[in-house]
């Protein structure tokens, strides 16, 4: 994997005149969600600075994927505010990117999957394959896509995100299905994307991924954010029962 | 009337020879399913598509009948189209009734259901599959419905294979249109109702024989595509 010129990658300002507007700092306010008949988000508040790496954390069921999907503007909050420092939810999703834990790939070449993305965000495919060459696939550009293996098929995922020379990145467990050494492959990759001022907001239940990749954790239990502080002293020092039980593998109601 | 073995040989021997008046047939139904199957996706498509990806009220019910149009009797069509196109019927001055295009007509009304409901649900399946990478990338309705048509491209064609075989296979609708007028509007099925009321089973035989090759070798054309395109895992 090789070094990337990101210039390839910027906002076309024809599409989005107020693109470089700041879309951080994020204020959540209030924020409640409703799934099968439970309150999963209930009244959440949550602040998020202009730079760094985020991990969400928290037991199964705690909202977290759905979280993340509010902030992005794929599911409406049943109440509350999402504040992207007073972007419109479209523009903001439209700086956004988002990988999900099953790569979702297009049934076409590897190529063609990201040439769909640039065509549909106005971008030229000079830089594709600068791109494919970054996240490891360029030797396989003319493959289908589905016949990737999921190491490869996350990749392409996060390269098809980072194709949008998105302001903001969201992982939703993106490597949870993955081997050690795809893990780390990604993991590479999103460190990379941050270093570059990408803004990374990911959800995972691996405490090690998180001490590698993130600066802050939030920890959620009961609906709300129980717990935001940095990751060097969530793990040694976690502030609330919950997430000390949850660190140590119990099972957290 | 010829035993069944006579019209048998007969009806090999018509083929066999190339007769002008058996493939001038053959040509025209081609060309008119083919026409309708091409019309009738052009229409059905969209519709198909456009349904896959909204939610609306009432949406259950307009289901139920694009399911229900899927079994138009062809009879009924064919009035259908007669009655406009008759002289007296609205669409009488354009003087298209007993033409090859009355019946393209007829034939894409009768499949254009087929397409619109069989496609709505191989599109519907691989929208909820997609949709939260679209909603993601912010992708409008005609970029959404332009990428489900051509990612289902290879399903799409089993679809268009449907309405291609109901088209080429019908009879009512064609005849009423048609009428049936020799070296004008007969097609193979048209002909195959004729030459058996007239007892002649060698060209009705030898029709039958080609409309069946037809059929194979449409079927064996789009199953060998689609064999192809799984192994690149893109059906």
């Not at chain 2, 020879?17 to 498509?45: K, M, N, P, R």
């Not at chain 2, 990428?147 to 005849?175: P, Q």
Request: net charge positive; charged share 15%.
């Amino acid at each position: 994997m090789s070094s990337i010129d990101t210039a390839a990658f910027r906002p076309d300002t024809s599409i989005a005149p107020d693109g470089y507007a700041p879309l951080l700092p994020l204020r959540v306010r209030g924020l409640q969600l409703g799934f099968d008949g439970a309150m999963v988000l209930n009244g959440l508040d949550l602040d998020l600075g202009p730079h760094g790496c985020t991990a969400i954390m928290g037991a199964n069921g705690a909202g977290k994927s759905l979280l993340l999907k509010c902030l992005h503007g794929l599911i409406s909050p049943d109440a509350g505010q999402i504040d992207w420092s007073g972007q419109s939810p479209t523009q903001a999703t439209r700086r956004q990117a988002m990988v999900f834990q099953k790569p979702v790939l297009l049934r076409r070449s590897v190529a063609a999957n990201l040439d769909f993305v640039l065509k549909a965000r106005g971008k030229s495919r000079h830089g594709r394959d600068a791109l494919l060459d970054h996240v490891g696939l360029l030797h396989k550009a003319r493959h289908p896509a589905r016949r990737l293996s999921g190491g490869e098929a996350q990749r392409l995922a996060l390269a098809r995100a980072l194709a949008t020379d998105p302001d903001i990145l969201f992982l939703d467990e993106a490597t949870a299905s993955l081997d050690p050494a795809a893990t780390q492959a990604i993991e590479t990759l999103v460190r990379d994307a941050c270093a570059r001022g990408i803004r990374v907001i990911c959800v995972t239940h691996d405490a090690g991924q998180a001490k590698r990749i993130a600066d802050d954790i939030v920890f959620l239990h009961g609906g709300r954010v129980s717990e935001h502080t940095p990751a060097k002293t969530f793990f040694p020092e976690p502030q609330t029962q919950a997430a000390r039980d949850y660190l140590n593998g119990r099972i957290v109601l | 009337m010829q035993n069944i073995g006579e019209a048998f040989s007969l009806a090999l021997a018509l083929v066999a020879s190339g007769d002008a008046d058996l493939f001038e047939i053959v040509g025209l139904s081609l060309q008119v399913s083919l026409s309708a199957t091409v019309l009738a996706c052009l229409i059905g498509l969209p519709i198909g598509a456009l349904v896959a990806i909204s939610k609306f009220p009432g949406r259950g019910a307009l289901l139920v009948l694009m399911n229900a149009l899927m079994g138009l009797p062809p009879v009924v069509v064919g009035l259908m189209v007669y009655l406009n196109f008759s002289r007296s019927g609205p669409l009488g001055f354009l003087g298209l009734l007993y033409t090859p295009t009355a019946m393209i007509v007829a034939q894409t009304i009768l499949i254009a259901p087929i397409v619109a409901a069989l496609s709505r649900q191989v599109l519907e399946d691989l929208h909820a599959e997609y949709a939260e990478h679209f909603r993601s990338l912010c992708l409008s309705r005609m970029q959404t419905v332009s990428a489900l048509l051509w990612d289902a491209r290879y399903s799409l064609l089993t679809v268009a294979l449907a309405g291609f075989g109901r088209a080429v296979a019908e009879v009512g609708a064609v005849i009423i249109v048609g009428g049936n007028i020799d070296h004008l509007t007969r097609v193979m099925t048209t002909a195959i109702a004729l030459e058996t009321s007239k007892g002649d089973l060698a060209l009705a035989l030898a029709l039958g024989l080609v409309l069946l090759t037809i059929a194979l070798g449409v079927n064996a054309a789009v199953q060998s595509l689609r064999m192809s395109a799984r192994r690149q895992a893109y059906v």
